[in-house]
Nanobody
Framework: VQLQASGGGLVQAGGSLRLSCTDPKRTSNNNGVGWFRQVSGTEREFVASISWNGGSTVLADSVKGRFAISRDRAKNTVYLQMNSLNTEDTAVYFC?????????????????WGQGTLVTVSS
């Protein structure tokens, strides 16, 4: 599985970004997918997860009400819509494919990881 994360960039506080995670080889459509983020020198933090068919989603408390996760199975793409961004959201964001079809907040559940995309929120 080769995951391609994109959509990161520089945005002002209060702004929005949409991250995309694409699997060009179409091997992860039956798997749960998660988004994590990491600030240099800290542990990777769970952000959001979606089940194989999009029927179940989980969001971290820190992003509830601001972020949303969705997927387009026809395009083999999972999206992370991020609204009302603040400086604490600055991080490298990674998408990952789970070992099964369900959601999970546990990074050990995920088998394949993308390369990450940098999100920088300025004040």
């Amino acid at each position: 599985v080769q995951l391609q994360a994109s959509g990161g960039g520089l945005v002002q506080a209060g702004g929005s970004l949409r991250l995309s995670c694409t699997d060009p080889k179409r091997t992860s459509n039956n798997n749960g997918v998660g988004w994590f983020r990491q600030v240099s020198g800290t542990e990777r933090e769970f952000v959001a997860s979606i089940s194989w068919n999009g029927g179940s989603t989980v969001l971290a408390d820190s992003v509830k009400g601001r972020f949303a996760i969705s997927r387009d199975r026809a395009k083999n793409t999972v999206y992370l819509q991020m609204n009302s961004l603040n400086t604490e959201d600055t991080a490298v964001y990674f998408c990952a494919v789970g070992r099964g079809s369900a959601t999970s907040q546990n990074s050990d559940y995920y088998r394949y990881w993308g390369q990450g995309t940098l999100v920088t929120v300025s004040s």
